[in-house]
């Protein structure tokens, strides 16, 4: 079999760029895997367990003779390296490899290409981002299956390469995901709604009972569905502070709109607005049962 | 093995009074138990299963030879119980069994058997809540051991005769629960808080998204994390807004405390609060993880 790309560089080795090396070299998408990083301890662990070929702390080291480059450190950081690294191929982006990322946020590091590249976006920055997880983190959490039958969603912008969109496409097919394409702005709205609200809500709802007289009581017997409810409270932090910053507009507009259907629904308690409540449960309902079947069903295939 | 008392009557036989039934007669706590609602089938269903010994329609014959009546309707339905199952005692209370129930929310059934006992609790009337449920219902999901582990929350009142308290904390020790007193504001305080407000912020953003012109693609690319904190958004309408209505103030008291915390949130969102965010976060995760952790060691026993 040949490998479809010779060099693949990823920056940041953690459970997502860990687990995106290992899918391309058991799928013989990439000949060679190069890690990037500023622990050198966590680069060395994955070539000793296999996830990468080789590794360097030098980023211009890094970036030669790579094919593709994935960034893949944490959010903020993320718009940081694009700073860095779009500079070294100004007046000679045919030199530049194709580049893509995995970050949560996509805005904001459109603006900072954009910012570093003179207005417009390189024609091989392909931004992205896999929707896949695991509550544990690091490159030992790493697994090859990781994005198998999960969705990545590309951003490709007008700007593009044909090219280079494609190849980061079949990048993320080689891992068994499947690929969509949106809009940097569709994307951020989505992600907002689906999971930065509900880690708002999550947070504000376990501090808030944290905070109150009667917390002991109130955590003494809270009970499964509480578990379930605030599982995404136990979220890592500092990555959502940082998805908060970047994604701050989008945020911001969906807890204004689940604060107005809050603000109704407490009318409705308040008033005993027994047929406008029933109505409301009932269509939750009926919208959450449907995700859920869809879901079992994605996963079942 | 004697039996504790001879004969338990369960009002409405879904999955709370048939699993409290099966266990009431598996521990040999009750002699005979007996089944009475306003649906034959369900009632006869549950003589088949095991569940009860026998059943009847007519309250007055129900009532009649019963040592303890369980009152396991809907939540507003059991309001409506207490209103003519006492005036049935009035100028005879050493003729009343000893009465309690199952509802999520105890301040409107006090409200209720004092506006029909002159004001007063009735003596052997000892309200409780066992924090127990399954994802199904009915009395064909009725288990015996639905209850083992999981806590039982009895509100007494001073006007309680001390043994009929003790009757049914010994009832719900032996289907292996474990037994907590608690006033009744601050068990429908705690209860909001832990679930009934995480239910309502389940509804509202559901119902939010499901409104959304881009709902379509909201649940599309909504994943794993999106399914554990919308779950309880799947719960039953009717139910959720029966409880609502019986637990009006508790539940509007806390939908103000989240907004106040969550309007907090939003400030540090909308002024990059770096630092708050952060500090807010890490108490949540905190928070929740101790709480993990407890849950966890509790189901360990």
Redesign the interface.
Known sequence: MTARIDTTVILGLGLIGGSLARALKARGFSARVIGHGHREASLARGVELGVIDDYTMDLNAALEGADVVVVATPTLVAAGMLERILPLYAGREEAMPVITDVASVKGNLQRAAQGAWGGRMPPRLVLGHP???SERSGVEASRADLFRN??V?LTPDADNEPAAVQLVRDMWLATGAEV?D?SVA?HD???A???H??H?????????????P??D??????????????????????M??DI??AN?EA??AT?????????A??K???T?D?EG??Q?????????????A??EARQRN
């Open positions: 929707i896949a997880g999960h969705r969603i969509v949106m569709s709205a989505v992600l709604a689906t999971s609200l509900p708002m809500l999550a947070y504000a709802l376990v501090d808030a009972l944290a905070q109150s009667a917390s009581d109130i955590f003494r017997f809270a009970a499964g569905g509480f578990r379930d409810f605030t599982r995404i409270a136990s979220s890592d932090p500092v959502w502070r908060a910053i701050r945020v911001l807890i204004d709109q689940f604060s107005g259907h809050l603000a629904l407490r409705a308690v308040d005993q027994a409540m029933l409301t449960f009932s269509r939750a309902k009926a919208a959450r049962d449907e995700f859920a869809m879901l």
